[in-house]
Nanobody, 123 residues
Framework: QVQLVESGGGLVQAGGSLRLSCAAS????????MGWFCQAPGKEREFVAT????????YIADSVKGRFTISRDNAKNTVYLRMNSLKPEDTAVYYC????????????????WGQGTQVTVSS
């Protein structure tokens, strides 16, 4: 069983930056594709970014492309989401997810989820 723990969320002003981290307990973390999703109050969970097991393949949602970057450090069993030029509409709970397969845009494809970390962007 994989346990995922997100951290790095908080309150920032528009235009600011945050780096979210997701630490995994699994020894075979390097074989899992990872994803980031967000969910705002009253809205459905949305795809943000995903990265392959090797780190060579990444996909970023159009809404955040050019502002957000996903990366991973398999030696530390950690995946990151760097968020720059934050906007109030980025406000949401951000979730880390893992699957023992290739990258995916779809929440239902992921087997393991973290508890989420709140990101609030003020105007």
């Amino acid at each position: 069983q994989v346990q995922l723990v997100e951290s790095g969320g908080g309150l920032v002003q528009a235009g600011g930056s945050l780096r979210l981290s997701c630490a995994a307990s699994e020894l075979t973390f390097s074989t899992y594709a990872m994803g980031w999703f967000c969910q705002a109050p009253g809205k459905e969970r949305e795809f943000v970014a995903t990265i392959s097991w090797s780190g060579h393949v990444t996909y970023i949602a159009d809404s955040v492309k050019g502002r957000f970057t996903i990366s991973r450090d398999n030696a530390k069993n950690t995946v990151y989401l760097r968020m720059n030029s934050l906007k109030p509409e980025d406000t949401a709970v951000y979730y880390c997810a893992a699957r023992p397969a290739s990258t995916s845009y779809y929440p239902n494809d992921y087997d393991y989820w973290g508890q989420g970390t709140q990101v609030t962007v003020s105007s």
